[in-house]
């Protein structure tokens, strides 16, 4: 059985990719301030990938064949308050994992976001100029850069925004609509905004075949369909039968204290669609497969 070495176990993504990944690989997983699950055949560890310490004893006498590196602050907010905090873990913790990869002669595919793009054009394609616009995506930016130039066997992996259910209750974009809902909270959601969602379990799907193929470079990957975040919302609420009078239709250029969000950073999944045989779905046939029980 093949070895993987899976950071953010305890995050969003994190957590569906060690579900799945444990059925077919030797999994080690890590995770840091949050419980993470431990499924079987997999090995849960604890450490902080800004101490390098903690990453010198990961390593001491483990070669994985692929590292999938999900862990980053993830959250613009708190990346426009603590930039520094932010540039260790997300471009620094990164740079030392891709040495680390490249020493050891391990597969390293580092997952980035759509939001490397300034979104003033939409459709980008893995070729496009990047132009981060908040902390969080200059961050991501650069190690996107310290990756490609530091491990030859390596992805950048662009994801989309994604939604569906994590065994750990993380929120997603889906989750907090419908948790909202629930608790009657009133949802704004830009009718402006476009991205490319994926569900989870879609993207992690992708993922594992491409931890399993020989690509290198750079990857985009997002569900088949742009649409606005209002958009979704009324997909998602006919789905699970609930009124969408909560549903709040504004605007991105209403007054907006918080980090710049681009307008459009939908992406062109046409590459991805070409070496992978997984199907990328749309928003509503995503939404269908992550509600169908409810
Ligand atoms: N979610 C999205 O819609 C989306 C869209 C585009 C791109 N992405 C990218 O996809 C990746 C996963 O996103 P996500 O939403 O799953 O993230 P998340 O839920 O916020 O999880 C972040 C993970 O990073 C870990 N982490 C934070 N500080 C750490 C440290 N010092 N040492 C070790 N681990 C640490 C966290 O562990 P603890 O909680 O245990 O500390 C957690 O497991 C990120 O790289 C993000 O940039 C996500």
């Known amino acids: 059985m093949k070895k993987i070495l899976i950071t953010g176990a305890s995050g969003f993504l994190?957590?569906?990719?060690?579900?799945?990944a444990a059925e077919t690989w030797e999994t080690t997983a890590l995770h840091f301030a949050h419980?993470?699950?431990?499924?079987?055949?997999?090995?849960?560890l604890?450490?902080?990938?800004?101490?390098g310490p903690d990453v010198e004893a990961l390593f001491k006498n483990f070669r994985?064949?692929?590292?999938?590196?999900?862990?980053?602050q993830t959250q613009v907010d708190v990346c426009e308050a603590d930039p520094s905090a932010c540039r260790l873990l997300n471009v620094e913790a990164t740079k030392f994992l891709a040495e680390k990869a490249q020493k050891i002669g391990?597969?390293?595919?580092?997952?980035?976001?759509?939001l490397v793009f300034d979104g003033k054009?939409?459709?980008?394609?893995?070729?496009?100029?990047?132009?981060?616009?908040?902390?969080?995506?200059?961050?991501?930016?650069?190690?996107?850069?310290?990756?490609?130039?530091?491990?030859?066997?390596?992805?950048?992996?662009r994801i989309a925004i994604l939604y569906g259910k994590s065994p750990l209750h993380r929120y997603s974009f889906s989750e907090w609509l419908r948790q909202s809902w629930e608790k009657k909270q009133p949802t704004p959601l830009f009718a402006d905004q476009f991205r490319t969602p994926i569900w989870v379990e879609n993207l992690v799907n992708a993922l594992l075949e491409l931890a399993s193929s020989e690509f290198r470079g750079i990857l985009h990957l997002g569900g088949s369909q742009r649409i606005d975040r209002y958009s979704f919302g009324k997909i998602l609420a006919n789905i699970l039968g609930v009124s969408d009078d909560l549903l709040i239709r504004k605007s991105m250029?209403?007054?907006?204290?918080?980090?710049?969000?681009p307008q459009d950073v939908s992406l062109n999944i046409s590459l991805a669609k070409s070496i992978l045989t997984t199907p990328l779905l749309t928003v509503e046939e995503g939404l269908r497969l992550a509600y169908r029980r409810q």
């Not at 604890?46 to 101490?51: E, G, I, N």
């Not at 250029?253 to 969000?261: E, I, L, V």
């Open 14 to 20: 994190g957590s569906v990719l060690l579900r799945k």
């Open 35 to 44: 419980a993470a699950q431990n499924p079987a055949h997999s090995r849960l």
């Open 46 to 51: 604890r450490a902080d990938l800004t101490s």
């Open 64 to 72: 994985p064949d692929v590292i999938i590196h999900t862990a980053a």
């Open 106 to 114: 391990s597969r390293f595919i580092y997952i980035s976001t759509d």
């Open 121 to 157: 054009k939409g459709n980008y394609s893995e070729e496009d100029p990047v132009n981060p616009l908040s902390h969080y995506a200059r961050t991501k930016a650069a190690a996107e850069r310290v990756v490609l130039e530091t491990c030859l066997n390596a992805v950048v992996l």
């Open 253 to 261: 250029f209403d007054p907006n204290p918080s980090a710049q969000r």
